[in-house]
Every structure is written in C-alpha cells, then in structure tokens.
Antibody, heavy 120, light 106 residues
Framework: QVQLQESGPGLVKPSQTLSLTCTVS??????????WTWLRQPAGKGLEWIGR???????NYNPSLQSRVSISIDTSNNQFSLSLTSVTAADTAVYYC????????????WGQGSLVTVSS | IQLTQSPSSLSASVGDRVTITCRAS??????LAWYQQKPGKAPKLLIY???ILQSGVPSRFSGSGSGTDFSLTISSLQPEDFATYYC?????????FGQGTKLEIK
C-alpha cells in the first residue's frame, strides 16, 4: 500500500521560501505512469492544485503560482519536494502531497497534510 | 476550467438519497472526479472519469454526467457520509476543484 508523508517547517517568515518534502513508502517514485502532486487548503476553504511532477521530471504548475513554485523529484531518496518562494500570509495552508491512479490527476493516495503558517 | 457545485451546503437524514451537482465552465470530456473530505483529514477519491467507482468505495455512491454537467448521488445516506464533497476536473491544466458541498445531519 502506497503511503505518503509530508515533512518540513511548520512556520515560515514572510518573504522567505517554503520547502516541503513528501516521502513515499510502499511504492517508488521511479515507477512510471503516475503523477506526483502538491495541493494546499487554507483553513476552512477549498482545495487548490499547486502542481505536479512525473517520474521523468516533467512538471506542470498552477499559473497563479508558477512564478514562485518549483516541484522536483528525488529518486535516490524516493521523495518529491515543493519549493514556494516569497511567501506571504496568503500562503498559510495545509499542504498535501498526493499520487494519482494513472497519468491523469485522479488522486488516490494522499499524505495526512502539513500545516504551514507564514508569520513573522 | 471553473467548477461550480450546488448546493454549497445540504442538510439530510440517514437513509436519504442526496445528489450534488457540479457544473463546469467548459466541457471536461468526462475527466471529472469526486472526493469526500472529513474534518482534519485528507480528501478521499470516490469516483473518477465521471462514473467509475474507486475500489473500496461503497456502491451507494455513484457518479454521472457528461459535457459540463455532472452529479454525485448517495443512494442511502449513512452516518459516516456526513462530510464535505468536492468535484475535480483533470481535462486541462490547471487542475481545478469545485468550492465544496458540506453535507450535514438534519
């Protein structure tokens, strides 16, 4: 059974960079045919898709965040990561990593979520 | 592609049949999914490709629709079904979600 676990700082200062890692167990990020995705959800609000990376390293990002976001895959550690620069309070949210069931973005496996607060 | 769910909230009783709708701003080619989210938990995939039931999901959940109009139906509500439901389109990037429908106990 594939399991995902987010890790990273829970508090980030404004203008700094938010960095999160998703560690995958029970499966491999090397295995083709899946999408490895980051999403976020501000408290009491809906889901926002941030972007995704394929095993090949190919990425797609939400245009609303594209100038600040980077997602990469680390095959040696079976992880994928999110970097979001120049954060503001509006970036405060629970961040989720997820894996799709196939090359579409139907997200079957999710991490438990990681709350990141942007505050000085 | 913008997704609009209705209603935004819904009160119902155990045993009721409920339907949530999702309207897309343009055709999604059936590339639509439904998720259930309970407080403090990650979303759970229920339905994908508009009508395919994800493995392990009870058969009281069903999805239908095409083009721009889709629906999720729960045939007989169970206590564990009270949650927030989201539709998602994967036809084009960026992937987008509806605003959610909160299903509450009457």
């Amino acid at each position: 059974q594939v399991q995902l676990q987010e890790s990273g700082p829970g508090l980030v200062k404004p203008s700094q960079t938010l960095s999160l890692t998703c560690t995958v167990s029970g499966g491999s990020v090397i295995t083709g045919g899946y999408s490895w995705t980051w999403l976020r959800q501000p408290a009491g609000k809906g889901l926002e898709w941030i972007g995704r990376v394929y095993t090949t390293g190919r990425t797609n990002y939400n245009p609303s965040l594209q100038s600040r976001v980077s997602i990469s895959i680390d095959t040696s550690n079976n992880q994928f990561s999110l970097s979001l620069t120049s954060v503001t309070a509006a970036d405060t949210a629970v961040y989720y990593c997820a894996r799709s069931i196939d090359l579409n973005e139907y997200l079957q496996h999710w991490g438990q979520g990681s709350l990141v607060t942007v505050s000085s | 592609i913008q997704l609009t769910q209705s209603p935004s909230s819904l009160s119902a009783s155990v045993g009721d049949r409920v339907t949530i709708t999702c309207r897309a701003s343009q055709a999604t080619g059936g590339y639509l999914a439904w998720y259930q989210q309970k407080p403090g938990k990650a979303p759970k995939l229920l339905i994908y490709a508009a009508s395919i039931l994800q493995s392990g999901v009870p058969s009281r959940f069903s999805g239908s629709g095409s083009g721009t109009d889709f629906s999720l139906t729960i045939s007989s509500l169970q206590p564990e079904d009270f949650a927030t439901y989201y539709c998602q389109q994967v036809k084009s990037y960026p992937v987008t979600f509806g605003q959610g429908t909160k299903l509450e106990i009457k």
